[in-house]
Structure formats: structure tokens, C-alpha cells
């Protein structure tokens, strides 16, 4: 049974960080070769996020920046780009006079994992479509979600369809496996600015009131690959 097929691929090389949209994508048994592989880090070793815990620390606009590799040094130390687009020379002294914070680092991965939770999401179009309908008037793309993967659905597919997904083993064009495991349960950081997206506590609070906190589907790597847009999405096994 077919889910639909790949509409748009992101990654995003610095965690917490407006990502790039490509075309195609190494996928290995990390997730998207190279995603949050980098992040912001303090002095505590907490990394920069929109939320206060014990491994994140709120660093306020981080989302209004963007990151990405360089093309001729793929997972080099990728590239900052500030709120108009521009490269920057040195990211971390950037950051640090960008969030007036002296402690803070551009840090690669070490022992602890930058990821939140698992390491792919997916996202329908069927939900975001929902969610465009839901906060009428509000500017709403799939950027406020983060997902890595934004898959095209059938007409007439139902928003949270990946409630359904959930459980199932799927194949992403020709090699590339994921288990699906379970969805992310949402944060302040889908209500935060970025861009030409404006703030707004509204998108949160449709979350929460339509579908318990819940948006996407969380999966596992089980064959590495290589993915593309236009790619179909297969169930193997339900």
C-alpha cells in the first residue's frame, strides 16, 4: 500500500535552527546524514533551544537563523546564515553577540544525542493542510513543525493520518527502510517566529485541543539509502 510520495526533504544541520531544503538525501541508520548534527551549546553543556530543561536551555532566537552545509565540504561545519540570509565569517562569535552570551558554542555531536526523540519525522500533507485550515489567516508551512520529511497524501486522506502509520515498517523509494515508533508530542517551539512566520501561541494551542499535544510520526532508520523528492512511501509491513 502505497502512503503517498516525498513532497519536501529538510535538514537541519544546526539544531534549534531554520533548516535546508534539498533534493535529495543520505539516509544512514542516524536519520538524515548530517541533521542536528551540530547545536548550540553553553557552558553547562545544555544545548540552545526554544524550552528550559536539563539538557536545553531557551536561547530566543535561534529560529530566526538559518544553517546549512557547504556544498563542496558536505558535513563540514555547516554554514550560519543570519536573519536576512547572509553567511556570517564565525559562527560561534556571531552567536554569542547575537545572544548576548559568552558561553555559548557551536558544538558537533559527541556522546550525548542532539536529538530530541528519534531520528526521522514525517509529516503529511493531509495535517498540515489541516493545520492551514485550523489557524486561518496565519501564515502555516510545514517549517513550524520541523519535520524531515513532508510526504504528499492521497485526496481525501484524513488529518493525523500518522497516527495510522504508527507501528508499520515502510519503504522510501528503492532501499531506504524506517519503523515507524510513535509521534512527537509539541512544544512552544512550533509557536516561535522564523522567518516570514510570524509568532503566535495559537498554533500550540490547536495542538493541544485537536490532537493532545501530538503532530507526526517518529521513525527508525532500518536500511540505510539514499531518498529523493518525488520518491513513493510503501508500507512493508502493517
Known amino acids: 500500500m502505497r502512503l503517498g510520495v516525498i513532497e519536501r526533504i529538510w535538514r537541519y544541520p544546526i ?8 533534493e535529495s538525501a543520505a539516509v544512514d541508520e542516524r536519520g538524515l546524514l548530517g541533521d542536528r548534527l551540530y547545536a548550540v551549546r553553553d557552558a553547562e553543556g545544555r544545548f540552545g533551544s526554544g524550552k528550559n530543561t536539563r539538557r536545553f536551555r531557551r536561547m530566543p532566537g535561534l529560529l530566526r537563523l538559518r544553517s546549512r552545509y557547504p556544498e563542496a565540504e558536505p558535513l563540514a ?28 558554542e557551536v558544538a558537533r555531536e559527541g556522546s550525548v544525542s542532539h536529538f530530541d526523540q528519534l531520528a526521522l519525522s514525517v509529516l503529511s500533507t493531509a495535517t498540515l493542510d489541516w493545520m ?13 513543525f520541523r519535520p524531515n520529511l513532508l510526504i504528499r497524501t492521497p485526496p481525501g486522506t484524513p488529518a493525523f493520518v500518522e497516527d495510522q502509520w504508527l507501528g508499520s515498517e515502510v519503504r522510501i523509494g528503492t532501499s531506504v527502510g524506517v519503523a515507524f515508533v ?8 512550533v509557536n516561535e517566529s522564523q522567518q516570514d512566520l510570524p509568532y503566535s501561541p495559537l498554533v ?9 499535544m501530538r503532530l507526526d510520526a517518529l521513525g527508525t532508520v532500518t536500511d540505510p539509502g539514499t531518498i529523493g523528492v518525488g520518491d513513493p512511501v510503501t508500507v512493508l509491513r502493517p
Open 132 to 144: 492551514r485550515t485550523a489557524l486561518a489567516g496565519l501564515a502555516v508551512d510545514e517549517r513550524r
Open 77 to 104: 561545519e555547516p554554514e550560519l546564515l543570519d536573519p536576512d540570509g547572509v553567511p556570517v565569517a564565525d559562527a560561534t562569535a556571531y552567536l554569542r553577540r547575537y545572544l548576548q552570551r559568552h558561553d555559548v
Open 15 to 22: 539544531k534549534s535552527m531554520g533548516g535546508e531544503r534539498l
Open 204 to 212: 500550540l494551542k490547536t495542538i493541544a485541543q485537536a490532537h493532545a
Open 182 to 189: 510513535r509521534s512527537s508530542e509539541r512544544c512552544v517551539m
